[in-house]
């Protein structure tokens, strides 16, 4: 018994440790990103470089193109905003600016089962297997709230659809999340396409298109942004 005893307490101690030898050879992770907007009839495309440092668990997205800015954020649910041209940052805890900004974040922070919106307040109302899916539904805290709930589909560990509800069960938006990279040298799996659908109207709708290219990791993630820091100057905006 005591054997047995040893044997799992050897286990449990050896899993942490594991996990922290294999995030700490992670590293880093870049990738280039572009995104195209699709609104009454006119097409906007912005352009970025993502960067995510595994030890620090930290987000860093330099915008370009149409105009620049720096995303922070990180574990925390800390966000920064940074606008070099006004020599402003926006700060905020809101997880719903991760989500806007750049939801990739919980893709290398391996939350893909919730987006965080668990941190938002929905619980799990059900879950049911369609096929080889799996499709769990979040329910929001309160009638407050313009979303009623949210409905996630897995294929295995990975997510493929995301719908939000309004109070009338009417999907007001789609996320499709497809053609993820094999895993080979890097040691997370992100849809280098995303596509979203957003219902602003019955006849309405906006289409943001996201593809991600250039995935780096390791040492040869290495990128100037993860020194960028916020000038000490810079004016405060509070959420």
Not at 60 to 76: G, N, R, S, V, W
Not at 203 to 212: L, M, N, P
Request: proline letters at 5%; aromatic letters at 12%; glycine letters at 4%.
């Amino acid at each position: 018994m005591k054997h047995k005893l040893s044997i799992w307490l050897i286990i449990l101690l050896t899993i942490p440790l594991l996990s922290f030898v294999l995030q700490s050879g992670s590293h880093q992770i870049k990738l280039k990103q572009n995104v195209r907007v699709l609104k009454n009839g006119k097409k906007i495309e912005n352009i970025s470089e993502v960067f995510y440092d595994y030890s620090k668990g930290t987000m860093i997205m330099h915008q370009t193109e149409p105009f620049e800015h720096y995303l922070y954020t990180d574990a925390k649910g800390e966000i920064k905003i940074y606008y070099p041209e006004k020599n402003e940052v926006y700060l905020s805890r809101d997880p719903n600016k991760i989500t806007d900004q750049s939801i990739l974040f919980y893709f290398f922070s391996n939350r893909l089962y919730d987006f965080g919106i668990r941190d938002m307040g929905f619980t799990v109302s059900k879950t049911e297997i369609k096929d080889k899916y799996v499709v769990t539904w979040w329910k929001a805290p309160n009638e407050s709230m313009p979303i009623k709930q949210i409905e996630i589909v897995h294929d295995a560990d990975l997510p493929i659809y995301m719908a939000y509800y309004n109070h009338n069960d009417e999907i007001i938006q789609k996320n499709y999340y497809y053609d993820y990279n094999k895993k080979g040298e890097v040691p997370v799996q992100v849809p280098q396409k995303i596509l979203e659908i957003s219902y602003i109207s019955p006849k309405d709708s906006i289409i943001t298109q996201t593809i991600s290219t250039d995935i780096k990791y390791g040492l040869e993630a290495s990128s100037k942004i993860s020194q960028f820091k916020i000038p000490l100057n810079a004016k405060i905006i509070r959420n």
